[in-house]
Structure formats: structure tokens, C-alpha cells
């Protein structure tokens, strides 16, 4: 029997471990963990193969993380420890377990990103299928609170960890100023920016920087997220630009830029994570929307700013606070880069998962 399976939700590159090697792209946490617990991963590639026209059917019917839950409980005698990669395999892989699964078990850990909304409580509340997740990984404590008190779960099995960043990809040695960006070269103007899709608001922010002397870039893409830009349909002052950025240009962005700005709706979830961590890795203070699931990074008046959310009046002058005074705004990057070594960053999150792992594998 083997230890650890871990699930992607996704397809692995076949490049990808090559890409990472000539420095194109940060390294993949699913990578390092496999690597920190000795796992085999299995992808959607892989679920496809190993479920054959079944899976197909499957993934027809409910989507391709349907057919990686359903490869998992296959192997399900072949492992210790079944660890998903986000409730979208975790909460069918526990249907499952619960009940089809017949004599002993894997220890199943779950990256629970979002368990409060209407279309995953009923999972929960009427399946019960927290019976057969045996440790919830969270990135926000707002999360651990409901998870705990909504389904009686004991604290210990709610475990509230960091998110993480590659701190050697996102960091300010690894720029060139011959790479820097052409539509931003010879910008007099202070630069500034916003990066991501998820839950961003950014109709506050255009409404903040309207007429300050300073060049806004917003980024408004992301990998995974499939919200709508808010950006779309609002008039955008003539400071601000909007594009799309590959890592290698987004890290050169942030590196150009005085500070970064991470303007959020008020949900409850970390939306707007990896831009946090991806700025304070390349030294840069970061002003961010204080809302019900954001505040565990930050440290307010040190690292960054927070700031209400949907406040256009206070997010200018935050703003204008940090451009007045760049030396407490360089200050706060300084910090922000110590605290990613020293507690936030892909190397350490995969240690401390690896830890609770191993407790399960000897449990």
C-alpha cells in the first residue's frame, strides 16, 4: 500500500516541470506537496485513463472533477491518505466513501476553500459527508468558525493554515530592468497596481484614483476564476490602464509599481490571496479591502493598509497616504518580504501539511 494520492484539479503540463527549471513560472504547489509527502498525483488526464468509459460518462454528466473523484475512490485501497485539492473532488469523494465504501478507509484531508455557500451546505447538512473528511484545511478563519459551528466539528479537525507563494519566482533579485515592461518605460508618473479577477471591485477603485497623479495598471485576469471583470462596464479614467499579463510580465509589473492595490468585494472566502502574497514576495506594501474573509494576512500599518470595502473616499486616501510617502510605503514592502520568508511560503505550507500527513499516515 502506498502513503499519499493527491488530487489536481486540472491538467499537469507535461512541460511544466521544464518551464519551471528556465524560471518561467513559479513552481506548483501540487508539485512541492507531492514531493513534501512522497504522493502520486492524479490529474484529470490521469482520471481519464484510469476510469475509461465510465469516467467519460461521468465527466459528461457532472464535469471532469466528478471523474477524478470517482478514479480516487477506486484506488482507494491502494493508500493511506487520500488528500483533494479543493472541495469541488473532496465533497463527491466523501459521498463516495460514506456510501459505497465497504470495511476500512483512507484518512481523506481536503483544501476547503468555500463550504458556505447555498450549493455546498446541503451536502453537509442533509448527506452529512464531514463524516467521511477527516481534516478540512482553511484558509480563512472566518471559514474555521462556520465550518466548526455549523456541523460540530471539533476545532482540530478544522486546521486554518497560510495560503502560499513561490518566494523564489516572486522576488526582487530575479528582475531585470532590460526587462521591463515597453508601454511603461519613461512613465513619470508613480505606478500602481491591481491585480486578479476574483470578487475584485474595481468600479471602487476607478472611482479612488480618478485624478490623482499616478498611473494605475490593472490586471484584471486570473487562471482559475471564472467571475466577471468588474472593470468591464465602468468608464476608465485616463490614469488607469487596463491588460493581460503572463507571470513573467505580471512579477516585472509588480516590481515597477510603488505598492499594489487589492481592491475586494465584501465575501467571505480569501479572494484575492495570491496577489497579496505574490506582492508582499516582491517587497511591495499592499492596501487591500478589509472584508469578512480577508484579514489574516495583512498586518495592518506594517505589511499594508487595510481599508472598508466598497469605500471609494477611504481607498483614495490610503492611496495618496502611501504616495506621499514612499519610504514608509518601501518600509512595509521590506516587511512584507520578511514575514513571506519567515511564515508564508509554498516551502513552509508544504512542511506543515506534510506534518499533519504523516500524523495521518500513522494514525
Given at each position: 500500500?502506498?502513503?499519499?494520492?493527491?488530487?489536481?484539479?486540472?491538467?499537469i503540463?507535461?512541460?511544466?516541470?521544464?518551464?519551471?527549471?528556465r524560471?518561467?513560472?513559479?513552481?506548483?504547489?501540487?508539485?512541492?506537496?507531492?514531493?513534501?509527502?512522497?504522493?502520486?498525483?492524479?490529474?484529470y488526464?490521469?482520471a481519464?485513463r484510469?476510469?475509461?468509459?465510465?469516467?467519460?460518462?461521468?465527466?459528461?454528466?457532472?464535469?471532469?472533477?466528478?471523474?477524478?473523484?470517482?478514479?480516487?475512490?477506486?484506488?482507494?485501497?491502494?493508500?493511506?491518505?487520500?488528500?483533494?485539492?479543493?472541495?469541488?473532488?473532496?465533497?463527491?469523494?466523501?459521498?463516495?466513501?460514506?456510501?459505497?465504501?465497504?470495511?476500512?478507509?483512507?484518512?481523506?484531508?481536503?483544501?476547503?476553500?468555500l463550504?458556505?455557500?447555498?450549493?455546498?451546505?446541503?451536502?453537509?447538512?442533509?448527506f452529512?459527508v464531514?463524516?467521511?473528511i477527516?481534516?478540512?484545511?482553511?484558509?480563512?478563519s472566518?471559514?474555521?468558525?462556520?465550518i466548526?459551528?455549523?456541523?460540530?466539528?471539533?476545532?482540530?479537525?478544522?486546521?486554518?493554515?497560510?495560503f502560499?507563494v513561490?518566494a523564489?519566482?516572486?522576488?526582487?533579485?530575479?528582475?531585470?530592468?532590460?526587462?521591463?515592461?515597453?508601454?511603461?518605460?519613461?512613465?513619470?508618473?508613480p505606478i500602481?497596481?491591481?491585480?486578479?479577477?476574483?470578487?475584485?471591485?474595481?468600479?471602487?477603485?476607478?472611482?479612488?484614483?480618478?485624478?490623482?497623479?499616478?498611473?494605475?495598471?490593472?490586471?484584471?485576469?486570473?487562471?482559475?476564476?471564472?467571475?466577471?471583470?468588474?472593470?468591464?462596464?465602468?468608464?476608465?479614467?485616463?490614469?488607469?490602464?487596463?491588460?493581460?499579463?503572463?507571470?513573467?510580465e505580471?512579477?516585472?509589473?509588480?516590481?515597477m509599481?510603488?505598492?499594489?492595490?487589492?481592491?475586494?468585494?465584501?465575501?467571505?472566502?480569501?479572494?484575492?490571496?495570491?496577489?497579496?502574497?505574490?506582492?508582499?514576495?516582491?517587497?511591495?506594501?499592499v492596501?487591500?479591502?478589509?472584508?469578512?474573509?480577508?484579514?489574516d494576512?495583512?498586518?495592518?500599518?506594517?505589511?499594508?493598509?487595510?481599508?472598508?470595502?466598497?469605500?471609494?473616499?477611504?481607498?483614495r486616501?490610503?492611496?495618496?497616504?502611501?504616495?506621499?510617502?514612499?519610504?514608509?510605503?518601501?518600509?512595509?514592502?521590506?516587511k512584507?518580504?520578511l514575514?513571506?520568508?519567515?511564515?508564508?511560503?509554498?516551502?513552509?505550507?508544504?512542511a506543515r501539511?506534510?506534518?499533519?500527513?504523516?500524523?495521518?499516515?500513522a494514525?
Open positions: 500500500m502506498n502513503d499519499v494520492l493527491l488530487t489536481v484539479s486540472g491538467v503540463d507535461p512541460d511544466l516541470e521544464a518551464m519551471i527549471a524560471g518561467e513560472r513559479p513552481r506548483a504547489d501540487y508539485i512541492v506537496m507531492a514531493q513534501a509527502f512522497a504522493a502520486d498525483l492524479m490529474d488526464t490521469a481519464r484510469a476510469t475509461g468509459w465510465l469516467g467519460k460518462w461521468l465527466e459528461k454528466v457532472a464535469g471532469p472533477n466528478l471523474t477524478l473523484a470517482w478514479a480516487s475512490f477506486q484506488r482507494r485501497n491502494q493508500y493511506h491518505v487520500i488528500f483533494t485539492d479543493g472541495e469541488q473532488v473532496g465533497i463527491p469523494l466523501a459521498l463516495l466513501l460514506k456510501f459505497f465504501n465497504r470495511g476500512p478507509r483512507p484518512c481523506h484531508l481536503m483544501i476547503s476553500h463550504l458556505s455557500t447555498a450549493k455546498k451546505r446541503p451536502f453537509f447538512d442533509w452529512g464531514q463524516s467521511h477527516d481534516t478540512f484545511f482553511v484558509y480563512a472566518w471559514q474555521k468558525r462556520f466548526e459551528s455549523r456541523w460540530h466539528i471539533a476545532p482540530e479537525r478544522v486546521i486554518l493554515t497560510s502560499m513561490d523564489d519566482f516572486f522576488k526582487a533579485s530575479q528582475i531585470q530592468r532590460a526587462n521591463a515592461l515597453p508601454e511603461l518605460n519613461g512613465q513619470r508618473k500602481i497596481c491591481a491585480v486578479g479577477l476574483e470578487c475584485r471591485d474595481y468600479p471602487t477603485l476607478m472611482d479612488a484614483v480618478q485624478g490623482l497623479d499616478v498611473q494605475v495598471v490593472v490586471a484584471a485576469a486570473s487562471p482559475w476564476s471564472k467571475r466577471a471583470n468588474t472593470a468591464a462596464d465602468h468608464v476608465i479614467p485616463e490614469n488607469v490602464l487596463l491588460r493581460s499579463f503572463n507571470l513573467f505580471l512579477r516585472q509589473l509588480y516590481a509599481s510603488q505598492f499594489v492595490v487589492v481592491p475586494l468585494l465584501d465575501v467571505n472566502f480569501q479572494a484575492g490571496i495570491t496577489t497579496i502574497l505574490e506582492a508582499m514576495a516582491m517587497e511591495k506594501a492596501i487591500c479591502s478589509r472584508t469578512l474573509g480577508q484579514t494576512v495583512v498586518v495592518d500599518g506594517e505589511t499594508g493598509i487595510y481599508v472598508p470595502p466598497q469605500d471609494p473616499v477611504a481607498l486616501a490610503a492611496i495618496a497616504s502611501l504616495l506621499s510617502d514612499p519610504r514608509r510605503a518601501e518600509r512595509m514592502g521590506k512584507a518580504r514575514y513571506i520568508e519567515q511564515a508564508i511560503n509554498l516551502d513552509l505550507y508544504a501539511l506534510h506534518g499533519i500527513v504523516r500524523q495521518a499516515i494514525s
